[in-house]
Protein backbone atom coordinates (compact mmCIF):
# COMPACT_ATOMS: atom_id res chain seq x y z
CA UNK A 1 0.00 0.00 0.00
CA UNK A 2 3.14 2.39 0.38
CA UNK A 3 4.59 1.96 -2.88
CA UNK A 4 0.45 2.36 -4.16
CA UNK A 5 0.84 5.64 -2.27
CA UNK A 6 4.22 7.10 -3.37
CA UNK A 7 3.15 6.56 -6.98
CA UNK A 8 -0.10 7.90 -6.63
CA UNK A 9 1.63 11.21 -5.09
CA UNK A 10 4.15 11.25 -8.15
CA UNK A 11 1.15 10.93 -10.67
CA UNK A 12 -0.40 13.80 -8.58
CA UNK A 13 2.74 16.04 -8.32
CA UNK A 14 3.56 16.01 -12.12
CA UNK A 15 -0.03 15.75 -13.00
CA UNK A 16 -1.47 18.56 -11.01
CA UNK A 17 1.79 20.38 -11.57
CA UNK A 18 1.56 20.93 -15.10
CA UNK A 19 -1.86 21.56 -15.15
CA UNK A 20 -1.26 24.38 -12.89
CA UNK A 21 1.36 25.64 -15.05
CA UNK A 22 -0.65 25.61 -17.95
CA UNK A 23 -3.35 27.13 -16.42
CA UNK A 24 -1.31 30.24 -15.49
CA UNK A 25 -0.26 30.48 -19.22
CA UNK A 26 -4.32 30.36 -20.21
CA UNK A 27 -5.04 32.94 -17.30
CA UNK A 28 -2.15 35.63 -18.47
CA UNK A 29 -4.55 35.58 -21.31
CA UNK A 30 -7.85 35.13 -20.49
CA UNK A 31 -8.39 35.38 -16.68
CA UNK A 32 -12.12 34.60 -17.09
CA UNK A 33 -12.33 31.55 -18.38
CA UNK A 34 -12.53 29.77 -15.26
CA UNK A 35 -15.98 28.41 -16.45
CA UNK A 36 -15.24 27.14 -19.58
CA UNK A 37 -12.24 25.20 -18.49
CA UNK A 38 -14.32 23.23 -15.74
CA UNK A 39 -17.08 22.90 -18.15
CA UNK A 40 -14.57 21.23 -20.77
CA UNK A 41 -12.41 19.24 -17.78
CA UNK A 42 -15.57 17.33 -16.40
CA UNK A 43 -16.72 16.54 -19.53
CA UNK A 44 -13.78 15.05 -20.71
CA UNK A 45 -14.02 12.76 -17.85
CA UNK A 46 -17.81 12.07 -18.51
CA UNK A 47 -16.73 11.02 -22.31
CA UNK A 48 -13.26 9.00 -21.41
CA UNK A 49 -14.80 7.02 -18.81
CA UNK A 50 -17.99 6.30 -19.84
CA UNK A 51 -17.64 3.01 -22.15
CA UNK A 52 -15.78 1.50 -18.86
CA UNK A 53 -19.05 2.10 -16.93
CA UNK A 54 -20.82 0.83 -19.84
CA UNK A 55 -19.18 -1.71 -19.62
CA UNK A 56 -19.52 -2.46 -16.27
CA UNK A 57 -23.39 -2.61 -16.57
CA UNK A 58 -23.08 -5.14 -19.52
CA UNK A 59 -21.28 -7.32 -17.03
CA UNK A 60 -24.14 -6.89 -14.73
CA UNK A 61 -21.70 -4.65 -12.36
CA UNK A 62 -23.82 -2.03 -11.67
CA UNK A 63 -23.14 1.37 -9.27
CA UNK A 64 -22.30 0.24 -5.60
CA UNK A 65 -23.17 3.63 -4.39
CA UNK A 66 -26.87 4.31 -4.34
CA UNK A 67 -27.95 7.05 -6.76
CA UNK A 68 -28.94 9.46 -4.05
CA UNK A 69 -26.03 9.20 -2.21
CA UNK A 70 -24.37 10.87 -5.25
CA UNK A 71 -26.66 13.99 -5.05
CA UNK A 72 -24.26 15.75 -1.56
CA UNK A 73 -21.02 15.27 -3.84
CA UNK A 74 -22.09 16.20 -7.00
CA UNK A 75 -24.02 19.26 -5.65
CA UNK A 76 -20.52 19.96 -3.56
CA UNK A 77 -18.29 19.16 -6.46
CA UNK A 78 -20.21 21.39 -8.75
CA UNK A 79 -20.14 24.36 -6.65
CA UNK A 80 -16.62 23.69 -5.30
CA UNK A 81 -15.29 23.76 -9.47
CA UNK A 82 -17.43 26.70 -10.25
CA UNK A 83 -16.31 29.15 -7.26
CA UNK A 84 -13.04 27.96 -7.62
CA UNK A 85 -12.28 29.28 -11.39
CA UNK A 86 -15.05 32.35 -10.35
CA UNK A 87 -12.39 33.92 -8.00
CA UNK A 88 -9.97 34.73 -10.64
CA UNK A 89 -12.08 36.67 -12.42
CA UNK A 90 -12.27 38.74 -9.51
CA UNK A 91 -8.20 40.29 -9.58
CA UNK A 92 -7.20 37.09 -7.71
CA UNK A 93 -3.63 36.17 -8.76
CA UNK A 94 -2.79 32.34 -8.57
CA UNK A 95 0.01 32.57 -5.94
CA UNK A 96 -2.73 34.37 -3.95
CA UNK A 97 -5.17 31.68 -4.72
CA UNK A 98 -3.06 29.19 -3.71
CA UNK A 99 -2.55 30.42 -0.04
CA UNK A 100 -6.22 29.91 0.22
CA UNK A 101 -6.04 26.68 -0.82
CA UNK A 102 -2.90 25.26 1.05
CA UNK A 103 -5.18 26.30 4.35
CA UNK A 104 -7.41 23.54 3.25
CA UNK A 105 -5.76 21.39 5.66
CA UNK A 106 -6.79 23.28 8.65
CA UNK A 107 -9.94 23.12 7.82
CA UNK A 108 -10.61 19.62 6.74
CA UNK A 109 -8.94 19.01 10.56
CA UNK A 110 -11.71 20.57 11.65
CA UNK A 111 -14.34 19.94 10.08
CA UNK A 112 -13.14 16.35 10.82
CA UNK A 113 -12.91 17.25 14.56
CA UNK A 114 -16.49 18.74 14.07
CA UNK A 115 -18.27 16.37 12.10
CA UNK A 116 -16.43 12.97 12.68
CA UNK A 117 -15.78 13.78 16.08
CA UNK A 118 -11.83 12.81 15.72
CA UNK A 119 -9.35 13.94 17.74
CA UNK A 120 -5.77 15.02 16.59
CA UNK A 121 -2.08 14.31 18.60
CA UNK A 122 -0.16 17.16 19.45
CA UNK A 123 2.63 16.05 16.91
CA UNK A 124 -0.39 16.17 14.16
CA UNK A 125 -1.49 19.71 15.06
CA UNK A 126 2.23 21.12 14.91
CA UNK A 127 2.31 19.29 11.43
CA UNK A 128 -0.84 20.76 9.99
CA UNK A 129 0.03 24.28 11.50
CA UNK A 130 4.09 24.05 10.03
CA UNK A 131 2.64 22.81 6.30
CA UNK A 132 -0.26 25.39 6.59
CA UNK A 133 2.84 28.15 7.35
CA UNK A 134 5.03 26.93 5.13
CA UNK A 135 2.53 26.99 2.19
CA UNK A 136 1.15 30.42 3.23
CA UNK A 137 4.61 31.94 3.48
CA UNK A 138 5.87 30.97 -0.25
CA UNK A 139 2.74 31.45 -1.61
CA UNK A 140 2.72 35.45 -0.28
CA UNK A 141 6.56 35.55 -1.24
CA UNK A 142 5.81 34.40 -4.66
CA UNK A 143 2.54 36.81 -4.91
CA UNK A 144 4.77 40.19 -4.23
CA UNK A 145 7.42 39.27 -5.72
CA UNK A 146 5.55 38.57 -8.98
CA UNK A 147 3.47 41.89 -8.33
CA UNK A 148 7.07 43.91 -7.75
CA UNK A 149 7.97 42.14 -11.60
CA UNK A 150 4.57 43.44 -13.18
CA UNK A 151 5.50 47.06 -11.29
CA UNK A 152 8.65 46.98 -12.78
CA UNK A 153 8.18 45.12 -16.63
CA UNK A 154 5.39 47.49 -17.29
CA UNK A 155 5.86 50.96 -14.66
CA UNK A 156 2.83 50.62 -13.45
CA UNK A 157 1.22 49.75 -10.02
CA UNK A 158 -0.99 46.69 -10.06
CA UNK A 159 -3.28 47.67 -7.26
CA UNK A 160 -4.21 50.59 -8.91
CA UNK A 161 -5.84 48.19 -11.76
CA UNK A 162 -7.82 46.27 -9.34
CA UNK A 163 -11.02 47.05 -7.53
CA UNK A 164 -11.35 46.94 -4.13
CA UNK A 165 -14.82 45.87 -4.28
CA UNK A 166 -14.26 42.89 -7.02
CA UNK A 167 -11.06 41.91 -4.53
CA UNK A 168 -12.94 41.41 -1.79
CA UNK A 169 -15.25 39.05 -3.41
CA UNK A 170 -12.78 37.38 -4.90
CA UNK A 171 -11.76 36.35 -1.21
CA UNK A 172 -15.15 35.49 -0.19
CA UNK A 173 -14.82 33.16 -3.20
CA UNK A 174 -11.45 32.01 -1.69
CA UNK A 175 -12.83 31.00 1.62
CA UNK A 176 -16.56 29.61 0.35
CA UNK A 177 -13.71 27.02 -1.53
CA UNK A 178 -11.57 26.77 1.48
CA UNK A 179 -14.55 25.32 3.09
CA UNK A 180 -16.54 23.65 0.40
CA UNK A 181 -12.67 21.52 -0.24
CA UNK A 182 -12.55 20.46 3.16
CA UNK A 183 -16.23 19.44 3.28
CA UNK A 184 -16.18 17.47 0.13
CA UNK A 185 -13.41 15.88 1.32
CA UNK A 186 -15.36 14.72 4.79
CA UNK A 187 -18.44 13.74 2.38
CA UNK A 188 -16.59 11.02 0.33
CA UNK A 189 -14.81 9.60 3.26
CA UNK A 190 -18.27 9.04 4.51
CA UNK A 191 -19.77 7.52 1.46
CA UNK A 192 -16.97 5.30 1.72
CA UNK A 193 -17.00 3.87 5.00
CA UNK A 194 -20.92 3.28 4.03
CA UNK A 195 -20.55 1.69 0.91
CA UNK A 196 -16.61 1.05 0.25
CA UNK A 197 -14.33 2.38 -1.61
CA UNK A 198 -14.70 2.99 -5.26
CA UNK A 199 -13.00 6.06 -6.90
CA UNK A 200 -13.54 5.48 -10.60
CA UNK A 201 -17.30 5.05 -9.75
CA UNK A 202 -17.42 8.41 -7.10
CA UNK A 203 -15.10 10.01 -10.25
CA UNK A 204 -17.01 9.38 -13.58
CA UNK A 205 -20.64 10.07 -11.36
CA UNK A 206 -19.26 13.47 -9.91
CA UNK A 207 -18.05 14.42 -13.09
CA UNK A 208 -20.98 13.31 -15.20
CA UNK A 209 -23.62 14.50 -13.13
CA UNK A 210 -22.21 17.75 -12.91
CA UNK A 211 -22.00 18.76 -16.49
CA UNK A 212 -26.16 19.21 -17.27
CA UNK A 213 -25.71 21.79 -14.19
CA UNK A 214 -23.46 24.25 -16.74
CA UNK A 215 -26.26 24.77 -18.93
CA UNK A 216 -27.35 28.14 -17.70
CA UNK A 217 -23.63 29.47 -18.15
CA UNK A 218 -23.97 28.23 -22.22
CA UNK A 219 -23.26 31.61 -23.30
CA UNK A 220 -19.67 32.16 -21.54
CA UNK A 221 -19.19 29.20 -22.61
CA UNK A 222 -19.00 29.40 -26.58
CA UNK A 223 -17.80 33.48 -25.46
CA UNK A 224 -14.34 31.88 -24.07
CA UNK A 225 -14.75 29.24 -27.30
CA UNK A 226 -14.40 32.64 -29.50
CA UNK A 227 -11.67 34.51 -27.57
CA UNK A 228 -9.80 30.93 -27.90
CA UNK A 229 -10.29 31.02 -31.54
CA UNK A 230 -8.82 34.54 -31.97
CA UNK A 231 -5.42 33.76 -29.54
CA UNK A 232 -2.30 33.89 -31.91
CA UNK A 233 -0.71 30.69 -32.87
CA UNK A 234 3.15 29.88 -31.16
CA UNK A 235 5.86 31.14 -33.21
CA UNK A 236 8.40 28.14 -33.61
CA UNK A 237 12.26 28.25 -34.92
CA UNK A 238 13.18 27.14 -38.28
CA UNK A 239 14.67 23.78 -36.58
CA UNK A 240 11.29 23.18 -34.68
CA UNK A 241 9.17 23.87 -37.87
CA UNK A 242 11.31 21.16 -38.81
CA UNK A 243 10.41 18.70 -36.38
CA UNK A 244 6.50 19.42 -35.61
CA UNK A 245 3.74 18.76 -37.74
CA UNK A 246 2.96 21.81 -39.85
CA UNK A 247 -0.67 22.12 -38.63
CA UNK A 248 0.38 22.70 -35.29
CA UNK A 249 2.16 25.72 -35.76
CA UNK A 250 -1.36 27.61 -36.94
CA UNK A 251 -3.26 26.27 -33.99
CA UNK A 252 -4.15 29.43 -31.31
CA UNK A 253 -1.92 29.34 -28.61
CA UNK A 254 -4.28 29.19 -26.46
CA UNK A 255 -5.91 26.03 -27.86
CA UNK A 256 -2.48 24.57 -27.14
CA UNK A 257 -2.70 25.18 -23.46
CA UNK A 258 -6.19 24.23 -23.24
CA UNK A 259 -5.25 20.60 -24.28
CA UNK A 260 -1.87 20.21 -22.18
CA UNK A 261 -4.62 21.68 -19.19
CA UNK A 262 -7.30 18.99 -20.03
CA UNK A 263 -5.03 15.90 -20.55
CA UNK A 264 -2.80 16.50 -17.28
CA UNK A 265 -6.08 17.12 -15.38
CA UNK A 266 -6.92 13.82 -16.16
CA UNK A 267 -3.43 12.16 -14.20
CA UNK A 268 -4.46 14.91 -11.60
CA UNK A 269 -8.05 14.13 -10.89
CA UNK A 270 -7.93 10.22 -11.06
CA UNK A 271 -4.69 10.09 -9.02
CA UNK A 272 -6.52 12.72 -5.94
CA UNK A 273 -9.70 10.10 -6.15
CA UNK A 274 -7.65 7.08 -5.96
CA UNK A 275 -5.40 8.65 -2.97
CA UNK A 276 -8.63 8.90 -1.19
CA UNK A 277 -10.08 5.78 -1.53
CA UNK A 278 -7.18 3.80 0.17
CA UNK A 279 -6.44 6.60 2.94
CA UNK A 280 -8.17 9.53 5.06
CA UNK A 281 -8.82 12.49 3.94
CA UNK A 282 -6.66 14.37 6.39
CA UNK A 283 -3.88 12.19 4.95
CA UNK A 284 -5.26 13.20 1.25
CA UNK A 285 -5.73 17.04 1.83
CA UNK A 286 -1.74 16.80 3.74
CA UNK A 287 -0.50 15.28 0.60
CA UNK A 288 -2.23 17.87 -2.04
CA UNK A 289 -1.04 20.70 0.26
CA UNK A 290 2.86 19.69 -0.34
CA UNK A 291 2.06 18.73 -4.10
CA UNK A 292 0.67 23.00 -3.78
CA UNK A 293 3.91 23.96 -2.01
CA UNK A 294 6.49 22.08 -4.81
CA UNK A 295 4.20 23.54 -7.29
CA UNK A 296 4.82 26.60 -6.24
CA UNK A 297 8.30 26.46 -6.03
CA UNK A 298 8.53 25.32 -9.78
CA UNK A 299 6.11 28.23 -10.84
CA UNK A 300 9.18 30.58 -8.97
CA UNK A 301 11.64 28.59 -10.89
CA UNK A 302 9.96 28.24 -14.30
CA UNK A 303 8.54 31.47 -14.54
CA UNK A 304 12.13 32.84 -13.25
CA UNK A 305 10.87 34.40 -10.15
CA UNK A 306 13.44 34.79 -7.43
CA UNK A 307 13.94 32.35 -4.34
CA UNK A 308 14.07 34.41 -1.29
CA UNK A 309 15.09 33.74 2.14
CA UNK A 310 10.99 32.92 2.73
CA UNK A 311 10.80 30.22 0.43
CA UNK A 312 13.73 28.79 1.83
CA UNK A 313 12.16 28.93 5.45
CA UNK A 314 8.94 27.52 3.83
CA UNK A 315 10.83 24.57 3.04
CA UNK A 316 12.30 24.14 6.23
CA UNK A 317 8.35 24.30 7.54
CA UNK A 318 7.06 22.33 5.12
CA UNK A 319 9.40 18.97 5.55
CA UNK A 320 9.42 19.52 8.71
CA UNK A 321 5.71 19.32 9.27
CA UNK A 322 5.72 15.97 6.84
CA UNK A 323 8.10 14.84 9.49
CA UNK A 324 6.12 15.22 12.80
CA UNK A 325 2.55 14.76 10.68
CA UNK A 326 3.95 10.67 9.79
CA UNK A 327 5.16 10.11 13.29
CA UNK A 328 1.60 11.44 14.80
CA UNK A 329 -0.04 9.35 12.23
CA UNK A 330 1.78 6.17 13.25
CA UNK A 331 1.64 7.24 16.98
CA UNK A 332 -1.78 7.15 16.26
CA UNK A 333 -2.32 3.84 14.31
CA UNK A 334 -0.50 2.01 17.21
CA UNK A 335 -2.89 3.35 19.73
CA UNK A 336 -5.66 1.80 17.50
CA UNK A 337 -3.65 -1.65 17.33
CA UNK A 338 -3.15 -1.67 20.69
CA UNK A 339 -6.86 -0.69 21.32
CA UNK A 340 -8.06 -3.90 19.12
CA UNK A 341 -5.78 -6.01 20.67
CA UNK A 342 -6.61 -5.88 24.02
Given at each position: ?10 Q ?85 H ?97 Y ?5 E ?25 I ?81 F ?6 I ?6 I ?11 K ?7
Amino acid sequence: MEFKLFFLFLQILSGCGINNIALEFILKLDSKCGIFLTFFELSSIAIVNLPRIISKYLQGKGAKIPFKSFLPLVGTFFLLSITNNIAYAFSIPVPLHMIFRSASLITNALLRFLILNEKINLKQLFALIFVSFGTFTASFSSYRLSKQQNINNNNIIIESEQKPGNFLIGVFFLFVVLFMSAFLGVLQEITYKKYGRYPEEVLYFSHSLSVPLFIPFYKNIYSHIKIFNKSKPFIFSDEMISIIPSFISQIPRLWIFFFINILTYHFCIRGVYQISSITDSLTTTFMLSVRKFISILISVLYFRNVFTFYHWISTILVFSGSIFYVIGKMENNQKKEIKKSN
